[in-house]
């Protein structure tokens, strides 16, 4: 079985990634300067000319750029080729304000499929394998992306898209797929709807789950490896970026690789975005140095994570970015202190009798901020027992403590109780600014 998909990349030396890097940041930069105004001006406002850039060393002198901007410009202002260059548009699937367009030139869809052929491969699929592909297709970038992946990689593609979830199971039944790519939040349903149908994960010849979109914990990892009897992979992406296979996770499972060869990281601090030294926790920002039609310089992703630069003992040699920590524009201050809600589900799913699925409500009372962790129990019953159900709170209550520093209200529900997500989940429920 094949290891790597672009052995000549993947196990590249620092020095050679640092020259592809770096030749094709002042590319970049020119194309940039030259296509999209909006650059220009930015370029013109730093007193900055694309000439100034020689190295990926000076990537610090360009200007960030951010999801409004692509809002700002709306749909194709950003972009930095003719219309009739582009082969594919998609867009985000936002459900406030514009959407964020991005389009694609066949050489991008080209390099995006090479990525998503390196995260597959890496994840242990083969030509040879059938993939399901849940993620939602249409201006959603998940489930093309795949899709195309797994044809670069040789595979079976198997385009299910999300919803009708009975449906998925007969066909992963009858269809005999061996890799599962999805939300997690949704593999979870696809669990549940499994044990509700008497079909035992087992008898599949599922193997491999490719999850994303979504952070997620290790605990969730080990749930899910459980409930469908898989080995459980991370991949990322965003559509402003390409959409999954940005990084991925390799058979080490520890911390996923970014095609550095296109897609530059770097770690900031998300108020002075100053960078940051490795190994410390903050926002991720990248730069696309191998795109046509939009090439971002310096996006914040808005995503919390760290980078690890040392060698992973799988071989490859690209830095590698822990598993997405949470949001920094959805991190929750509750008196002062900040929750993320994988911090939450790491507890919880840790907890024996609970299931999966969870809701975070937060509220305002008086001139205090109060956190609900609502999350339903695996077995209905149990809700006969005062007894247990008391022990069971005072339990999460006192572990939900110790991991976040406060005190939170646990609601013990009957299972089913929640909203299963076909997409990505909404955990989190703010009714801070509501009116009374």
Known sequence: MAKYFSPEIETASRDYLHAIQSARLIKTVKRCYENIPFYKAKFDEMGLKPEDIHSIDDIGKLPFTVKQDLRDHYPFGLFAVPRDELVRVHASSGTTGKQTVVGYTRGDIDRWSECVARALTAAGTTPSDYIHVSYGYGLFTGGMGIHYGAEKLGATAIPVSSGNTKRQVQILQDFGSNVLCCTPSYALFIAETLKEMNVDPADLPLRIGIFGAEPWSENMRTQLENMLKIKAYDIYGLSEIAGPGVAFECCEQSGMHICEDYFYPEIVDPVTLKPLPDGEYGELVFTCIGKEALPLLRYRTRDITRLNYSPCKCGRTGVRMDKVKG???????????NVFPSQIESVLIGTEQIGANYQ???????????????????????????????????????????????????????????????GKAHRVVDLRNEKK
């Open 327 to 337: 949001r920094s524009d959805d991190m929750l201050k509750i008196r002062g202190v």
């Open 360 to 422: 975070l409500v937060v509220r305002r009372e008086g001139f205090s901020d109060t956190l609900e962790v609502r999350v339903e129990l695996v077995d209905a019953s149990l809700l006969e027992s005062y007894g247990e159900i008391e022990r069971l709170q005072k339990k999460i209550m006192h572990n939900l403590q110790t991991t976040l520093g406060i005190q939170c209200k646990v609601s013990l529900l009957e299972p089913k109780t929640l909203e299963r997500f076909v």
